[in-house]
């Protein structure tokens, strides 16, 4: 198991109610942990055992669990004022759902979905429906769960294919950098399920350079791609030993140089379009070279914003041209870097400028940005001349030696399979094999007690 992403500082709210001895816990999303999963007993509901866990991290607390989780939901649902509350709740009249999970007033709320939200996700949902608990008189502690991968076998709602699976992946990366930029705590159910059923994880990646081909996009490292000036640049069809394309990669690493100093800079750090998600603005970042205070600028979005908002400027002087670059997106921490003479010695880059050493930080920080692999493109103002030192990739959507590997040891049918004895669908719910694998490990590996916490 990966180390642990729900710890005590993601817990405030939760902690303070403990300390009281009396904490409610609630979850709202989609059937994963609804109490009609395809599920023969409560207790094969993986919120059994995350309420037993609790008990044990925390003893002598009176815990109230409130199951608010329903069927076909998606953050959409989550966050429209007419959705109706599961009944079972018993919701008071003329409540909508999350009007009425906040009337329990959780001192914990986990939010979890994303297997109903391939083709509509839009990320404002995620962002409206979490503001919208944070600004209750007695706000919860929020964490988040980023769910599995249906079963590859299935035969409904498209679950199978590849364009779903992607999207999915799409998804998950958005809702697992914003976590981690926002500081909630979450539960990587996608990543465990990766690592038990395909045997690699898709959250650690190493990067390996690409195989200039001449016709492409990038017939050599050093050379001008072109010796007709242009205002931008797609990754090319080359591959990394890994049969990874350049121009369809999630995680990458660029060296290069602009000829002449355009007013702006700009890079998609996702897809442009997709059928999975539907962000209301571009998910990009942008450097500016033409600020009035003669440094520096740059912004980015994460698509829940227009990309040139909150604007920052940095203390680097606008460069001379030619200059240099390197771009770093493997994650959630982006890197943009320039060369700049130093001011004490006059060492130069040289052969290093495919590493970018000696570069100084335009930006670099945790960003929100989707998943599923897409075609990086560089454009710039006006037409320039643009040179390649290096370019290196991954697919975190795809098993290869790129992503650390390990033996799976699951299968779609131990996890999924129908049976008489175990429940399951056969589909996306998992049986209670699957959720005593899958489920249960993310839950009992977090870190849910308060250091020195009384007992």
């Known amino acids: 198991m990966f180390p642990a992403t729900v710890r005590s500082e993601h817990l405030t709210a939760f902690h303070k109610a403990c300390r009281k001895k009396q904490a409610t816990i609630m979850v709202m999303g989609d059937s994963i942990f609804a109490t009609a999963s395809d599920m023969v007993c409560h207790t094969e509901n993986a919120t059994y055992s995350w309420l037993e866990t609790l008990q044990q991290q925390i003893p002598h607390v009176r815990f109230t669990f409130i199951n608010a989780a329903a069927g076909g939901r998606s953050w959409k649902d989550m966050n429209s004022q007419v959705t109706p509350a599961p009944e079972w709740i018993n919701p008071p009249q003329n409540m909508n759902w999350k009007e009425a999970v906040r009337y329990y007033q959780p001192d914990l709320l986990l939010l979890h979905s994303g297997g109903n939200d391939v083709g509509n996700f839009n990320p404002l949902d995620v962002k409206e429906l979490i503001a919208f608990f944070l600004s209750a008189p007695k706000s919860p502690s929020i964490i988040l769960g980023l769910t599995h991968h249906p079963s590859q076998a299935s035969t409904i709602n498209g679950y199978a294919t590849q364009e779903y699976q992607e999207g999915l992946d799409g998804i998950i990366k958005w809702l697992r950098t914003y976590a981690q930029r926002e500081g909630f705590g979450y539960l990587d159910f996608h990543r ?27 017939p050599s490292f050093g050379s001008y791609i072109s010796e007709t000036p242009h205002n931008y640049w797609d990754f090319p069809t080359c591959e990394n030993e890994n049969q990874i394309a350049a121009n369809n990669c999630t995680d990458f690493a660029l060296a290069f140089e602009l000829e002449k100093k355009p007013a702006f800079l700009s890079l998609n750090l996702s897809s442009g379009y997709s059928s999975a998600f539907h962000p209301p603005y571009s998910n990009k970042l942008h450097v500016f070279f ?71 930080y335009v930006c670099d920080e945790t960003i929100i940005r989707f998943g599923s692999p897409f075609t990086p493109r560089l454009e710039w103002a006006g037409y320039n001349r643009l040179r390649i030192f290096n370019l290196c990739v991954a697919n975190a959507s795809v098993v290869s030696k790129n992503a650390v590997r390990n033996m799976p040891d699951r299968t779609d049918n131990d996890l999924y399979e129908h049976t008489y004895a175990a429940g399951g669908s056969g589909h996306y719910h998992m049986n209670a094999y699957g959720v005593r694998d899958i489920l249960t490990p993310v839950f009992r590996a977090q870190n849910w007690s308060e250091n020195g916490f009384p007992t």
Not at 295 to 306: C, E, L, V
């Open 192 to 218: 465990w399920h990766s690592m038990r059923r395909d045997g690699f994880d898709p959250c650690e990646l190493a990067l390996t350079r690409v195989i200039p081909e001449e016709g492409s996009g990038l």
């Open 290 to 360: 033409d600020d009035d205070s003669g440094f520096i600028a740059y912004s980015w979005s994460d698509g829940t914003h227009p990309d040139e908002d909150k604007k920052r400027i940095t203390n680097i002087p606008i460069p001379c041209f030619p200059a240099l670059f390197n771009i770093m997106v493997k994650g959630s921490r982006l890197v943009f870097s320039i060369w700049v003479p130093l001011s004490h010695t006059n060492w130069q880059p040289e052969h290093l400028n495919t590493l970018g050493t000696g570069y100084q």
